[in-house]
């Protein structure tokens, strides 16, 4: 990878970690949420669960607006780390929970923007043999930036207030800002080889998207399958992020800094996602739909593991809390030492982890490879929308549950039930690929043929349709 490549791409990777810090930046306090408003589970799922469904369902408008106006993304990102920044500081200060939940709806609205845009800057700088890897350092970084966000407001809460946390992911998207400066935003479609012709004779594409053919392509059929394992997939995944801390301290008997460290040793896993994300591509040099398979079988094994992991630990039930942070501390690492099964669980998450953060990558290259240039933006919104809303949706399931049966752990083991509808859906997904993926590379030498005919010709006009 070259050096300019690879330094676009942590620099992408790095603006990804810093916007993404706003993601569960509410999820480890609605404890301290519900208790200072006082309001029950519910209404605190709503609070959370607001951000996740508003920030996808503004990445697919935002993703058509860029596709079908051909906008800047870099600029529009300017406008909307700004308008998020004013709303993490107005959250910081709300009296009320209505006020906080006005709040998480904006940012979800505005940041929305970034994964249409990041993603289409990233899959126009990166041909699809080195774009799987790329979009797992994207996910990786995100993820990372997602759980500094987790930590900064989990240590606010300890240390503080949960408002504090809002303050300081404001002052992390003022360093978003910085970042962005430093990103050169590519052409539209510069990655794909087959148009390698037009871009080295100065020209452009020029096709933007047909708002007739959006829903056509949205139900092409591996687009249609791709949607659905992220919904599904999504619902298991929201439940364990927003409610597994909680599950841990009411009926396992461990502390909120044990929960936290608990879930950051099993988030480990996914920092190897990468390397198996690397191997995947290798793979995929062999034959390109062995990807949609392997990541069936990942996702499935991740729903596994949670099952094992979360059954376990309710078993073991190690009541360990402790009233400081460091006899905390002492605590976990005494029972890890001594307690293999504890530990054995653990693990298992770990590798669930690892096996599930691969599947994202997969998803977000197959997107690419069976779509137009001016498409990618807009479908990788529809697949944002049905991941938060498949958020929002799992945790409410989970709190609806925990109310009925006052069990957050049977609410957390059927929202992991999901995760083999979504590995079912990839293996669909995989019936109908290199068939949509043909169409397209047939398509886009057709479309080149003609865009060299016209400039020969003095012809060349702006096509604004989509076919």
Request: hydrophobic residues 50%; contains cysteine; charged residues 15%.
């Amino acid at each position: 990878m070259k050096s300019e490549t690879r330094r676009n791409l942590l620099s992408l990777g790095f603006l990804s970690a810093t916007i993404s810090t706003n993601i569960y930046v509410s999820v480890p306090n609605l404890d301290l949420i519900s208790n200072e408003f006082m309001v029950n589970d519910f209404i605190v799922s709503i609070i959370a669960g607001s951000f996740f469904f508003f920030y996808g369902l503004s990445a697919v408008f935002w993703g058509f607006v860029i596709d079908r106006f051909n906008l800047s993304r870099k600029r529009g990102l300017y406008y909307a780390l700004i308008a998020a920044i004013i709303f993490d500081l107005i959250a910081g200060i709300a009296n009320n929970p209505y006020i906080l939940l006005l709040c998480n709806v904006l940012i979800g609205i505005f940041l929305g923007f970034s994964i249409p845009a990041i993603y289409g800057v990233i899959v126009d700088y990166f041909p699809v043999e080195k774009r799987l890897f790329a979009i797992a350092v994207w996910n990786l970084l995100s993820s990372i930036g997602s759980s500094a966000g987790f930590a900064f407001s989990f240590a606010s809460g300890i240390f503080g207030s949960w408002r504090y946390a809002f303050y300081i992911v404001a002052f992390v998207q003022v360093v978003s800002l910085i970042v962005l400066k430093i990103i050169r935003e590519p052409l539209k479609g510069q990655s794909e080889d087959i148009l390698k012709e037009v871009f080295e004779k100065g020209l452009t594409y020029d096709y933007i998207l047909d708002e007739k053919e959006f829903i056509k392509t949205v139900l092409k059929k591996t687009n249609y399958f791709l949607v659905a394992q992220s919904f599904f997939i999504s619902a298991s995944w929201g439940a364990y992020m927003g409610w597994g801390i909680h599950f841990m301290i009411r009926e396992a008997g461990l502390d909120k800094v044990q929960a936290v460290a608990i879930l950051g040793l099993v988030g480990l896993g996914g920092s190897m996602s990468v390397l198996l994300a690397k191997i995947v591509e290798r793979f995929q040099k062999i034959d390109l739909k062995i990807k949609l398979v392997l990541a069936g079988f990942f996702v499935g094994a991740e729903g596994t593991a949670y099952i094992i992991m979360y059954s376990l630990i309710r078993i073991l039930s190690p009541s360990i809390s402790a009233g400081d942070i460091i006899t905390s501390v002492i605590l976990l690492l005494n029972t890890l030492a001594q307690n293999s099964l504890f530990l054995l669980a653990i693990m298992i998450g770990a590798i669930g982890n690892c096996m599930g953060s691969t599947a994202g990558p997969i998803r977000g290259s197959v997107i690419s490879e069976v779509n137009f240039p001016e498409e990618k933006s807009a479908l990788i919104g529809v697949m944002v929308v049905s991941d938060h809303i498949g958020r929002s949706a799992g945790i409410v399931l989970v709190g609806i549950i925990s109310t009925i049966t006052n069990s957050l752990y049977l609410g957390l083991i059927s929202s992991f039930t999901l995760y083999y509808i979504g590995a079912i859906s990839w293996l669909f997904a995989s019936k109908s690929y290199l068939r949509d993926r043909e169409y397209l590379v047939k398509t886009l030498k057709s479309r080149r043929d003609l865009i060299i005919k016209r400039v020969k010709e003095g012809t060349l006009k702006r096509d604004t349709t989509h076919s």
